[in-house]
């Protein structure tokens, strides 16, 4: 995806980094961020199992975003990971993402859809994301035990273990699509309220469970970054997320509660400007130039259409050579190296403090030209969008009484190996509130932890 967003084997940003992502620093900011969140009830009455949707828009012109992090109401009725039968449906994303293409301008418009099913709890049941058997097809992608369910369905996936080595959620769902080709694996995982994902996120019980997305294998440090086709993700960004009150064949996933009013809160963040022009660092080829043209239209400020602005184009001159996709000849390209200018690709990366894109601080500047590599460049804006749902006519409100398979508050998630059912019947999350505006991104993924992070590429 965009150069901060690497292709397959990508390792992106992950709960690890939140200190990083979250870490405040003076500089500029001139990007706007206004996320737009909207949440439709099936039936709003009450105890009732209900399908609902979350809408999550980011209007063009707008910066991406860094992170995103939901919780669902702690009185809402969500029924037990290992309730719940693996494979069954459990809900569907569709999104629609705008991005670059081989150096272009960002203006191509793709969707993306995922069928998410029921997934396995089993930390110590696990599958690799990696192609470990050279069939040509990444083991999560796999049907190896030939049940027509795929391996990182019906398996855990190894990875979340690094990611989320002290958290169990109790719901994991997990959806698998061909994207270009390329099998994208998208999780939904809820965990129980109070669950401390980092210091820098809410972990009040009163805000209800925390929801996390992982698309592909964020947060995965062993993975290696590699070229892609996709060189940018910027805004505008569209996704539409639908999780299943109950299985087609009538069991229940999400039951709504006693009569009230109920807070759907989402914290979200802004991708860094250094330089104050408007455009993120993650889509920005001069990071600490202002933007001369408009890197969404073709050839606006980039006369030789090698994807660097003219503000920091050595030689923006078709006519004299200036043309030159790959500036710094790091395997890279322009709009798809988060060092336009100064090598750092795999080659380079056998050279000490230089990295295969690596970015230390996580501000989709590359190390080998960050000015400040240990401090964040740019500001993080920030926006807290909520919606109140109403149940019934209102009330006092409480947990329903009639969902038997619900989680309840205070108990240990499954899931740990120790559930002679979590094989059997696995873990899911239909995906909730969960905002996955990543997910349109879905070649070069991104993304993850407690929230969905783009940034540049960074090496392990």
Request: net charge negative; aromatic share 6%.
């Amino acid at each position: 995806m965009n150069r901060r967003l690497l292709p397959l084997a990508l390792s992106t940003l992950a709960v690890l980094a939140l200190i990083t992502l979250f870490g405040h620093r003076d500089g500029a900011w001139a990007g706007t961020f206004n996320p737009e969140l909207q949440i439709t009830f099936e039936s709003t009455t009450p105890e009732t199992p209900s399908d609902f949707t979350s809408v999550f828009n980011l209007p063009k012109g707008d910066v991406n975003f860094a992170g995103v992090v939901s919780f669902i109401p702690k009185e809402w009725g969500i029924v037990r990971g290992d309730k719940i039968p693996v494979g069954a449906d459990v809900g569907f994303l569709t999104a629609q993402a705008t991005l670059g293409l081989i150096n272009g301008a960002c203006k191509d418009v793709v969707p993306v859809e995922f069928e998410m099913k029921n997934a396995s709890l089993d930390r110590n049941d696990t599958v690799s994301f990696d192609d470990k058997d050279d069939n040509k097809t990444a083991d999560y992608a796999d049907d190896k035990d030939k049940n027509d369910i795929l391996d990182g369905i019906d398996h855990y996936p190894e990875f979340l273990n690094i990611v989320f080595k002290d958290q169990q959620p109790f719901r994991r769902s997990a959806g698998i699509s061909p994207v270009a080709g390329i099998p994208i694996m998208l999780q939904f995982l809820i965990f129980p309220p109070g669950t401390k994902i980092h210091d820098e996120i809410p972990s009040d019980e009163k805000l209800g469970y925390p929801t996390v997305t992982e698309l592909q294998n964020v947060g995965d440090t062993s993975a290696e970054p590699e070229p892609g086709v996709i060189t940018d993700f910027c805004t505008p960004l569209l996704s539409r997320n639908t999780s299943f009150g109950k299985t087609p064949d009538g069991k229940q996933l999400f039951v709504t509660p006693q009569a009230g009013a109920y807070d759907f809160v989402t914290v979200s963040v802004g991708q860094r400007d250094a330089d104050g022009d408007g455009y993120e660092n993650g889509f920005d080829t001069c990071a600490y130039d202002k933007n001369v043209g408009n890197p969404r239209v073709p050839y606006d400020g980039d006369v030789d259409n090698d994807g660097l602005d003219v503000a920091c184009d050595p030689n923006d001159n078709p006519e004299t050579g200036g043309t030159n996709s790959d500036q710094d000849a790091d395997g890279y390209m322009n709009r798809g190296d988060n060092c336009s200018q100064v090598a750092n690709g795999q080659e380079e990366s056998k050279v000490a403090n230089v990295g295969n894109q690596s970015d230390k601080d996580i501000d989709q500047i590359g190390d080998a030209c960050d000015k400040n590599r240990d401090t964040a460049d740019g500001e993080l804006a920030k926006s807290d969008p909520s919606v109140k749902i109403t149940i019934g006519g209102g009330g006092t409100g409480g947990a329903p009484k009639n969902c038997p398979d619900c989680y309840v508050l205070g108990s240990a998630p499954p899931g740990d190996g120790n559930s002679s059912s979590s094989k059997d019947e696995g873990g899911s999350s239909s995906g909730v509130i969960i905002i996955v505006v990543a997910v349109i991104a879905a070649i070069v993924i991104i993304g993850g932890g407690a929230a969905l992070f783009m940034r540049r590429r960074r090496g392990s």
